[in-house]
């Protein structure tokens, strides 16, 4: 997998983005992690620990945020169900709009998503 280095402005500003989310939502993660995932965009561990794939830092800030929401939500709901859903929206009113934009170079590009509003039931996406 091509690495991508990011700026420690880009890193910070992120983990400040993050910060925001978690303040306003009131999640508490335990740490925030950003690394390379293959197939994912993030994920939430059962123990608190939310990391998120370093692509989503080249990604628009919509999708960002929305990746930051949604995994930040599964540290209050576990799953997709009717309240997640109800969440997210109150957060993120067009979430269901959202779309990432896949770098052609990049691991990016064959990344599977389900549980985001352009995709199917036959692939998958990372959070609990």
Same mark, same amino acid.
């Not at 910060?19 to 508490?28: D, E, M, S, T």
């Not at 999708?63 to 930051?68: L, T």
């Given at each position: ?5 990011? @700026? #420690?402005?880009? %890193? ?17 993660? $335990?740490?925030?992690? /950003?690394? =390379? ?21 080249? =990604?628009?800030?919509?999708? $960002?945020?929305? !990746?930051?929401? &949604?995994? %930040? %939500? &599964?540290?209050? !709901? #576990? ?6 859903? @109800? %969440?997210? *929206?109150?957060?993120? #009113?067009?979430?269901?709009? /959202? +779309? #990432? *934009? ?5 691991? !990016?590009?064959? +990344? ?17």
């Amino acid at each position: 997998m091509k690495s991508r280095q990011h @700026s #420690p402005q880009a %890193l910070a500003d992120f983990k400040a983005q993050v910060a925001h989310w978690a303040g306003r939502i009131r999640a508490k993660p $335990r740490q925030i992690r /950003i690394q =390379q995932m293959r197939r994912k965009w993030a994920s939430c561990s059962t123990n608190g620990t939310v990391s998120f794939s370093a692509d989503v830092l080249s =990604q628009p800030a919509s999708f $960002r945020e929305y !990746v930051i929401v &949604h995994e %930040l %939500l &599964h540290l209050k !709901v #576990p799953n997709h169900g009717k309240l997640f859903k @109800s %969440l997210l *929206r109150a957060y993120i #009113p067009n979430y269901e709009s /959202i +779309r #990432p *934009r896949p770098p052609l170079d990049s691991p !990016v590009a064959g +990344r599977t998503l389900s549980h985001g509003p352009w995709a199917s039931s036959a692939n998958s996406w990372s959070a609990k």
